[in-house]
């Protein structure tokens, strides 16, 4: 058999999915469980309000959704908006195109703002429209935080800042699928409306689990909007969260218990600390990029994402520079290695004696 995966634990250098750590994969070891017996729904009550806790908000309404990132954004914009609404998206790379594929067959009216890809989105057309709209028509702004496909993160206090200068009304809502959980995220400060999430990416969960949060104004807009939606509708999760049994159907067992775990080692590290620790092995691997001789795809220092280059690195900057020789590229071997190990030696304090 060719390209299968030997046996032991085969490492994954993509920006999701992601490893599984083995604490997550012991905790999903399990049967199913009955949803409506009385220890699943006090258990996702405990699960709901901790998972507000990645999303820094106190007044949003999660929904932990059996779906992908992709199902989380059509929950995100058929419970909120009416086909015909104007949104204004940034096409920035090739997650941001599939979004706005999406609102386009939904029958929105999606103004795209275009960039580069490896430039962030533009805020000074974004400015300028919101000034012209006078009238509101725009009832959305959809934006991808971190755009995956470019390693490009989105400056979202500065849309929320737009917004409120120009004092428009429309929702924000925010795919924050390759950053919630790996990079700083605020949804009550910075204003958000719908944030979203995938559990195969910083949550190091197996795929399946859409998580989505809704600020109170997009809870009521909800109570209006007139897009068809079935599988999605918050409705039918708000109606079970009333009665306290918080499943409209049948949950994902090992989810929920991965899930707890993945929380677990999230909060005992410190959320914090876990955005540090990315951002510490994200400057480690662009030193490498640079010690290669490479360009790296973002543009600007300002847009550098921190989570599609942190990986288990030095063993994969390795494999990198392998395959750069493989392709003709003259690179020196060990020189991006020795750059990240330089850096990282010099960044992390060294662990005292016993004696
Ligand atoms: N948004 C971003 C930023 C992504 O990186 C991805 C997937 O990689 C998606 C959305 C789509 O998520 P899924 O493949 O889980 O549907």
Not at 107 to 131: M, P, Q, R, T, Y
Not at 264 to 285: C, M, P, Q, Y
Not at 313 to 321: I, N, R, T
């Amino acid at each position: 058999m060719d390209n299968y995966y030997g046996p032991g634990r085969n490492h994954l250098f993509v920006p999701g999915p992601v490893n599984i750590p083995e604490q997550v994969l012991r905790a999903m070891n399990r049967n199913n469980e009955d949803y409506r017996s009385p220890a699943i729904p006090a258990m996702t009550k405990v699960l709901l309000e901790d998972v507000k806790k990645i999303f820094k908000t106190i007044t949003g309404t999660p929904f932990l959704i059996p779906t992908t990132g992709t199902g989380a954004w059509e929950s995100a914009l058929t419970n909120t908006l009416s086909p015909g609404d104007r949104i204004v998206s940034f096409l920035i790379g090739q997650f941001s195109l599939l979004w706005i594929d999406q609102m386009q067959r939904l029958n929105f009216n999606v103004d795209v703002i275009e960039s580069d890809w490896g430039a962030g989105a533009n805020l000074e057309v974004l400015g300028s429209k919101l000034a012209a709209d006078t009238g509101h028509t725009i009832k959305a702004i959809c934006i991808v935080h971190n755009e995956t496909a470019t390693g490009v993160t989105n400056n979202l206090a500065a849309v929320r800042k737009l917004l409120d200068h120009y004092q428009h009304p429309a929702l924000f809502l925010v795919d924050g699928v390759s950053s919630i959980c790996a990079l700083d995220f605020r949804m009550d400060e910075w204003g958000v409306d719908v944030a979203l999430t995938g559990s195969q990416k910083a949550l190091s969960l197996p795929t399946g689990m859409g998580i989505v949060c809704a600020s109170p104004k997009a809870l009521e807009a909800s109570k209006t909007s007139k897009s068809v939606r079935v599988f999605f509708d918050w409705k039918d999760y708000l109606k079970f969260y009333k009665m306290g049994t918080f499943w409209p159907y049948t949950p994902s067992i090992q989810l929920l218990y991965g899930l707890r775990e993945a929380l677990d080692l999230l909060f005992e590290e410190g959320l914090d600390n876990v955005i540090e620790r990315h951002s510490r092995l994200a400057k480690a691997t662009r030193l490498a990029v640079e010690a290669w001789g490479l360009k790296n795809c973002t543009q600007k220092e300002e847009w550098f994402s921190d989570t599609v280059t942190a990986l288990q690195l030095l063993g994969c900057l390795a494999g990198v520079e392998m395959i750069l020789k493989d392709v003709g590229y003259p690179v020196k071997l060990g020189s991006g290695v020795a750059a990240a190990c330089a850096f990282l030696q010099n960044s992390i304090p060294m662990i005292p004696s016993r004696i």
